[in-house]
């Protein structure tokens, strides 16, 4: 079993929906991250965030340690949001990362 | 670019042979993380240092993985006696100083390793 679990695996959305991707974590953490990787392998951190909610543009993330869950959400999603979408978290120690296997997302005109 | 750059960007190689890529981090980060990717997964963690320490290795780094960062700027990734299923992206990521786990990191644009 892994130690992160995303859902979906894979999402497919018309230009203007509201999308939301969901990480559940099995292990303690110090925080979380949210990655975009596009087709060519490139990857961007998006948000680290250890409690609460975070805010940039069209992306908001909000994590619930109790639950040890966190979502992304993307509102007005556009086509060049599609990319795989990634979640990690950071164990207590800050050294071991864990990373889920992404969602692929596909916003279509 | 101050970004992550590595090199190569992409090795095709023989099975057997060995292989070497470079990592330079953005040039104020203490911290330097490989990561392995796969076809239709996400990243795994191989190992991390801070400045020229290397202080976590994941029980995925074999003895025939191994990493340096001498002089706590650029990192080399080793791979000895590779073999096919070595085949996939390697990543390097860099990150200032700070709490661990608290900063964001920056990531390289990868190097495509194929093993022939």
């Known amino acids: 079993k892994n130690e992160v679990e995303q859902s979906p695996q894979n999402l497919t959305a018309q230009e203007g929906e509201f999308i939301t991707i969901n990480c559940s974590y099995s292990v303690g953490i110090s925080a979380l991250h949210w990655l975009q990787q596009h087709p060519g392998g490139g990857i961007v951190s998006l948000f680290m965030?250890?409690?609460g909610k975070k805010k940039h543009g069209r992306l908001i993330a909000t994590i619930n340690i109790q639950e040890k869950h966190s979502s992304l959400h993307i509102t007005a999603s556009h086509p060049r949001d599609s990319a795989v979408y990634i979640c990690?978290?950071?164990?207590?120690?800050?050294?071991?990362?864990?990373f889920g296997t992404g969602t692929s997302l596909t916003v279509i005109p | 670019d101050t970004g992550v750059s590595q090199d190569p960007r992409h090795k095709i190689t023989k099975r057997g042979q060995n292989v070497t890529f470079r990592c330079d981090p953005i040039s104020e980060h203490n911290r330097l993380y490989w990561y392995r990717q796969t076809l239709g997964q996400g990243p795994e963690f191989l190992t991390y240092?801070?400045?020229?320490?290397?202080?976590?290795k994941s029980r995925l780094l074999s003895d025939r993985f191994s990493a340096e960062r001498p002089k706590g700027s650029f990192s080399t990734l080793e791979i000895q006696r590779t073999e096919q299923g070595d085949s996939a992206m390697y990543l390097c990521a860099s990150s200032p100083m700070g709490l661990a786990g608290e900063e964001t990191q920056y990531f390289g644009p990868g190097t495509r390793l194929l093993v022939l």
């Open positions: 965030l250890s409690s």
């Open positions: 240092f801070q400045n020229e320490a290397q202080l976590e």
């Open positions: 990690a978290a950071i164990s207590n120690t800050g050294n071991q990362f864990y």
